[in-house]
């Protein structure tokens, strides 16, 4: 029955700490974007329709002097 009188105020003291430790992660704005890393995790970034992949691309192909296969007309 001793260790009750030990366990209570300790559990009490953790769970004022676990509150206070919520209160700065919401605060800080850690929850403020849920979806977002979960979509962000999907998105592939060499995909050749993103626009600033296109840019590269098409630097790319002027800095090159050899036409590609796509370009080519198969007559």
Same mark, same amino acid.
């Given at each position: 029955m001793d !260790?009750?009188?030990t366990l209570i105020p300790g559990?009490?003291?953790? &769970?004022?700490?676990? !509150?206070?430790v919520l209160i700065w992660a !919401?605060?800080? &704005?850690q929850?403020?974007?849920?979806?977002g890393d979960a979509?962000?995790?999907?998105?592939?970034d060499d995909d050749p329709l993103?626009?600033?992949n296109q840019k590269k691309q098409t630097k790319n192909k002027e800095q090159r002097n050899w036409p590609d296969a796509d370009e080519n007309d198969f007559k």
């Open positions: !260790v009750i009188y559990m009490i003291f953790f &769970g004022l700490i676990m !509150v206070g !919401v605060k800080k &704005g929850y403020e974007d849920l979806d979509n962000r995790i999907l998105m592939d993103l626009p600033e």
